[in-house]
């Protein structure tokens, strides 16, 4: 069975691949090409994450295993994650640039005989020169400007601050 996915990078332009690829894919190789198509070599470490309808983060699959409850890409074929249309997965792609890629099963069909791994049928948009922000990096001045904050000083010498 073929799977059609759309993967849409989470970036502030669109940028986005469908992609049609065979159900016995491992997840692994699954991630490979997503990085490919985006133009990345696959040498960053990746994870998957099940996701809603609203694309929280949900239980990860690893890529390698920490624990021994871990679920890892290795092995598994995509098709163990990707059931009905509508089935959604997240990508994190890199964890200290942390690309994100919002990935969606829209059709499944039997009938499309394919002679490659995966066949890209549509591409949007080029992927920005630098990721789209740094999760890390907390502005110290917009805490500061927040006047609830206030509130809540504490001067551990003195007891409160007002």
Known sequence: MQLKFRIILNVEEDVLRDIITD??????????????????????????????ENWEQLDEIKIFKIDEEDKIMDKTPISNFFISKGDKLIFIYDFLNYWTFFIELYDLDESIKMDKTYECLNSIGEVPKVPPSDIFNINNDDLMDNDSLDDDLIDYDNNQID
């Open 23 to 52: 159900s016995n894919m491992t997840l692994i190789e699954f991630s490979k090409i997503i990085s490919s198509e985006f133009g990345f070599d696959s040498s960053e470490i990746s994870t998957f994450h099940h996701s809603n």
